[in-house]
Every structure is written in C-alpha cells, then in structure tokens.
C-alpha cells in the first residue's frame, strides 16, 4: 500500500480536515498545518480542537492512542459532571496546541506539533442522572452479548471516555494523565486500552492502515467530506445532540496463530479482499466496487457467502453504514503476547445503524473462527466546541 494516494484517499483526508479539523496558527485552506499535496503526511502539525463536531473523528487515525474509560464518584450530578467539562475543555485547548495545562506537573512533556487530539464521550448511565434522562440519544445502550463474545468485566462499560491521539506517545500518556488526575475528584479509571495505527505509506502519503492479520481495514468506509459520511457519522436528533456521534468500542483478541496456518488464499476468501492492495476478490484495486454475484469457473460465488466483506456491506444490510477506525494493541503478560484489534465504530445510532451488523457477523461471519471480543463499551460523543464555549455544555449547561 505505498504510492501516492487515490484521489478518494486525498479527498477524504482533506474532507477530514474541512469536517472539523481547523487547524490553529494561521488560516490554512487545506487544515492541516505543514501539508500540503507535496508534503508527507508525517509533517508535525497541530489540529484545531474547535469545531461543529469533535475534531478527530473525521481525522485521520493517529498514531498512537489511549482510550480510558472513568466510572463517576457517588453524588456527581449535572452541576459537577459540567465543572469536570469545563476543566477538561481547558486542558484540551491547552494540551493540543503544546502548551501544558494548568497545574501541570510536567510541563516539559507538553509538545506542539504532535497532531494532539482528545474526544471525550458520555456512556449511557449518564442519561440515568437526574435532569438528564430526557437527553439520552436515540440508540445509545449497553450492547447486548453476542454468541461469540467471551467479555471480560475488565474491559467493559464506562460513564465517561477519552480518547486521546498524537504522532507521539509520549504525548499521549502525558495528556491522558493530565486528563485523568483533573478528573480525580469527580471520576475514576475503570479501563486503559493503548493502540496504534500506521495510516502512512513509506513515501509519507496517507494511506488505508492494517490490522495484525495484516489486512488492509477501512477500505469500506464512507470517506470524511462526503454527504454518505455525513449521514453515517452525525446525529441529526433535534437539541443537543445535534453534531454529536456515538462510538462503540470492542476489544478483539485475534488469534494469529490458527490465523498463519492458514493457506494466503483461504485467508482472502474469509473477507473477500486481497492481502496484497485490499482489492475486492472481484476487482484490481483497492476501492474497485464488490461484485457480489461473480462466480468462478466452477460456479462457486468469487465473494464467498459467508466472506466479512459480503456480510458487513451496505447493500447487504438496507444500506446501514458505519465508519470504523482501528488501533492495533498487543498486551503482554511476561513472555505472552495477546494481539488484537480495539474495533472503533462511530455512527448516528448504534441500535439503528451497527448493532444489526453486530448481530448478523455473530450469526454467520467467516471471520468468528479467529476473532473473540473480550470487551465492550458505547459512548455519546458530543459536538464539538467553539472558544466561547465548552464540552457538552448544550447538555450540561
Ligand atoms: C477483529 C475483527 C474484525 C476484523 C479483523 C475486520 C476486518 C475487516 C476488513 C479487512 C474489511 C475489508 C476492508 C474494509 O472495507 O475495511 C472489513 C470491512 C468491514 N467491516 Fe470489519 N473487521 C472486524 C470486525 C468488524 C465488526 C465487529 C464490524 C461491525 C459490526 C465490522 C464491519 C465492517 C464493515 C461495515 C466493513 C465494510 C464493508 C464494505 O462496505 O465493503 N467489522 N473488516
């Protein structure tokens, strides 16, 4: 997956960009500070926290990422849940533009030009609070077990989360500790998942990342900027959601080591995409359209019936779409190794839109054999903020 970009893989960087990722010092047309058509994506560069809708969900993925999920203290109620939104509103302005936060005891470990960004979310026992049960968004509860979920309580759930992103991961724990110890007083870490993401091909142009099956991931997805990325991803509900999005986090372990012995081509039918590009079965490049109906010379379907791809298609499922962006991990306990992929789904409504897909890929998804969810966690994601404002106050305000 090197050369240069796709025009569609340029579009939808840029589309990022223009979907909310302003970016600070100075008006730059493209959003992104230091890139330009001619300059590698790997240019440091910082990315606007302000926006419509919260800047990295659209953003290409970072690097480096830690998602922490916090439970709140007993007697938090809306009043104390918006002075945690007003502190972690100015720690964001603050981290993602290089400068420490305020009481920060490291301020040396605040960098510019890292491509820092933190999304924040609300998890459904929120909308339990008092004042705030109207306010739930449509869809937005725990996910119900699938068949092959073996779900660990350490990985599941959570009032609260942030997902903090950089080039750098030395500014990811940094920020995140920032984060966490200003939440002290209102809530504490129930989860810690870290990953990573290589979205650049080795000239330094954006490209499609892989998992560790060392597939191409995120082929299929609605690209930033377009009116289908637009539908998939925001929250058209009326009041305060308007703009906001919700996530689902699944912890997959994957299973490498029944995964190597299979044969390259078995291992292309279980998705119905090539290893080499992510080409569909059926075509020759990596955005080439599925052909869902092309049979080989022995009449057998090329996209085989129970093929991920095939499964988990818009045109298979009344057109429900969701945007899904990865992060890798490896969790080592000694000499063990556990490798995996944090699954990351963002959609308008997760009961409308990504728990039938859910449930159909439980049901008959070639992939199951190697896959085993071990965690699991929604999230409202609200809009974003402007300078005279801050996180969630349309809802906390
Ligand atoms: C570890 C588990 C998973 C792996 C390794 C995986 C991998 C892949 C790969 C390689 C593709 C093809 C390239 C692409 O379009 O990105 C794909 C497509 C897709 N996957 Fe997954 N996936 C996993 C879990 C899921 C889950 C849990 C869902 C949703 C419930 C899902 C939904 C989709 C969708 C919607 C597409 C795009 C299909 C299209 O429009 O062509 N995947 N996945």
Same mark, same amino acid.
């Given at each position: ?71 709140l ?5 809306k009043?104390?849940l ?39 979310g609300f998890g459904p026992r929120v909308f339990a609070l008092?004042?705030l049960?109207?306010k739930r ?18 990985? !599941?759930?959570?009032d609260l989360?942030?997902? *903090? ?67 998939? *991803? ?14 689902? *986090? ?66 298979? !499922? ?49 992939? !199951? ?10 999230f409202a ?14 809802l906390l305000?």
């Amino acid at each position: 997956m090197t050369g240069r970009p796709s025009r569609r893989q340029f579009f939808g960087y840029a589309g990022a960009a223009a979907a909310g990722a302003a970016v600070t010092g100075g008006a730059v047309a493209s959003g992104v500070v230091g890139l330009s058509q001619d300059t590698p994506s790997t240019a440091a560069r910082e990315i606007s926290p302000y926006g419509v809708h919260q800047p990295a969900v659209a953003a290409a993925s970072p690097k480096h990422a830690e998602l922490v999920a916090l439970n709140l203290l007993g007697g938090v109620d809306k009043a104390a849940l918006g002075r945690l939104m007003r502190l972690w509103t100015t720690d964001i302005v603050a981290l993602t533009s290089g400068r420490p936060a305020p009481g920060d005891t490291a301020p040396e470990l605040a960098l510019g030009n890292v491509s820092l960004t933190v999304t924040a979310g609300f998890g459904p026992r929120v909308f339990a609070l008092p004042r705030l049960t109207a306010k739930r968004p449509r869809g937005l509860d725990e996910l119900p077990v699938m068949s092959h979920d073996r779900l660990q309580t350490a990985w !599941n759930g959570g009032d609260l989360m942030l997902l *903090v992103g950089a080039d750098d991961p030395v500014s990811v724990v940094h920020a995140v500790r920032r984060l966490v110890a200003d939440a002290a007083p209102f809530a504490r870490p129930v989860w810690r998942q870290t990953g990573f993401w290589n979205g650049t091909g080795s000239d330094g142009t954006p490209v499609t990342g892989r998992n560790l099956f060392g597939q191409v991931d995120g082929s299929g997805n609605p690209a930033p900027g377009t009116p289908e990325f637009e539908q998939t *991803v925001w929250s058209d509900e009326p009041g305060w959601f308007a703009g906001g999005t919700t996530l689902v *986090v699944r912890r997959i372990k994957l299973n490498l080591d029944t995964w190597d012995e299979l044969t390259r081509s078995e291992q292309e039918r279980a998705v119905g995409r090539k290893l080499s590009t992510g080409a569909p079965l059926t075509g020759t490049a990596e955005h080439d359209e599925l052909d869902l109906e092309k049979r080989d010379a022995d009449g057998r379907l090329v996209i085989a019936e129970n093929a991920h791809a095939r499964l988990s298609h818009h045109s298979t !499922n009344d057109g429900r779409r969701i945007f899904r962006k990865g992060l890798n991990y490896v969790h080592d306990t000694g000499a063990a190794r556990e490798s995996g992929l944090i699954f990351l789904s963002y959609q308008a409504d997760i009961a409308g839109q990504f728990l039938p897909l859910l449930a159909r890929l439980d049901a008959a998804d070639a992939l !199951n054999e190697w896959t085993t969810t071990i965690g699991s966690a929604v999230f409202a994601i609200p809009p974003g903020f402007q300078p005279n404002s801050w996180l969630g106050q349309e809802l906390l305000g």
